[in-house]
């Protein structure tokens, strides 16, 4: 997954060149503009500071979509088919993913009785199903792009330590205790020696202080599913946000991997730490040894089948 960045300045040069172009179109210029959602609005909102003078010609009719129900609303006017039906609309976009969204808005505002549409995104992944009259800059359907944002994210594994692959000095490491036989019964001697043997295993340790103080080992596919099939964190420094700096670091490598989802075998006990992460049940439960697990899958890549918050201007 790559990340491109677009500065204030390199948006600003995209919007100048938009605006040219539809002054181009003389009276069909469209003086009602449609933006979609937060990001859309952030981009009408640099479009307006480049047009200038004449900005207080253009109407504003901000268009919402509710992905739970798939409802199109007008949260800012309640009779919008008044204020665009017989004109020329501009639909704004910050980006396009699926292309699900900026369809379902598309025709929304077309069923208003518009005279034409125009569309705009600034971003568009190469996948979409639906493209707008005129967009900025395409993407890969695994890349993301971040824009008109006062700063830039971070990843955040955790705010101390480290963590670190498993190396082949750690073979002599005592290995840590989590209370759980499936988990405690490995060695780092085992773990290691499954990487060496599938060239798609990973493991890596969270280390502060000198102390290991858990681990996570998963499967990785490119392009498919990342696979965690042992995630464990020693008695001493349980409930301290070790899973958390972990699983963290695991999705990152699912998404750089171009993987759509991520799986993973979760006990009993500890499903509902997994469902508040976004984890749901994706197959029957397993008993092995009087434990009991749950197979559960988070999504990983948004673009399909909707459209997702990886490329954002909010």
Request: glycine share 10%; proline share 4%.
């Amino acid at each position: 997954m790559n990340t491109i960045l677009l500065s204030d300045e390199q948006v600003a040069a995209y919007l100048r060149d938009l605006l040219e172009r539809l002054s181009a179109l003389g009276e069909a210029y469209p003086r009602v503009w449609c933006p979609i959602g937060p990001s859309g609005g952030r981009v009408a909102q640099a479009a307006m500071r480049e047009v200038g003078r004449s900005a207080s010609d253009i109407q504003h009719v901000p268009v919402a979509f509710e992905r739970a129900t798939g409802v199109v609303s007008f949260p800012r006017d309640p009779h919008p088919e008044d204020t665009v039906k017989g004109k020329n609309v501009l639909l704004i976009d910050g980006a396009i993913h699926s292309g699900n969204t900026f369809a379902k808005v598309y025709r929304a505002v077309e069923a208003l009785g518009v005279a034409e549409i125009c569309s705009y995104s600034l971003v568009v992944r190469r996948g979409a199903t639906a493209l707008p009259s005129f967009f900025g800059l395409a993407i890969g359907d695994h890349d993301r792009a971040l824009f008109l944002k006062r700063r830039f994210p971070n990843n955040r594994l955790s705010n101390f330590g480290w963590v670190r692959k498993l190396a082949e000095e750690d073979d002599t490491r005592p290995m840590i205790k989590c209370g759980e036989d499936f988990i405690d019964k490995f060695s780092w001697g085992d773990l290691l020696y499954e990487m060496r043997v599938d060239q798609r295993r990973r493991t890596y340790l969270y280390e502060r202080n000198g102390d290991v103080q858990g681990f996570v080992s998963f499967r990785l596919t490119p392009g498919e599913t990342i696979l965690v099939d042992t995630l464990g964190v020693d008695r001493t420094f349980q409930r301290q946000g070790v899973s958390g700096h972990l699983m963290r670091w695991a999705e990152t490598c699912g998404r750089n991997a171009h993987c759509g989802a991520i799986e993973l075998w979760g006990v009993d006990d500890r499903k509902e730490w997994y469902e508040k992460r976004g984890y749901g049940a994706c197959g029957e439960a397993l008993v092995l040894d009087g434990t009991r697990f749950h197979l559960m899958r988070k999504k990983l890549l948004y673009n399909l089948p909707d459209d997702g918050a990886l490329t954002t201007g909010v």
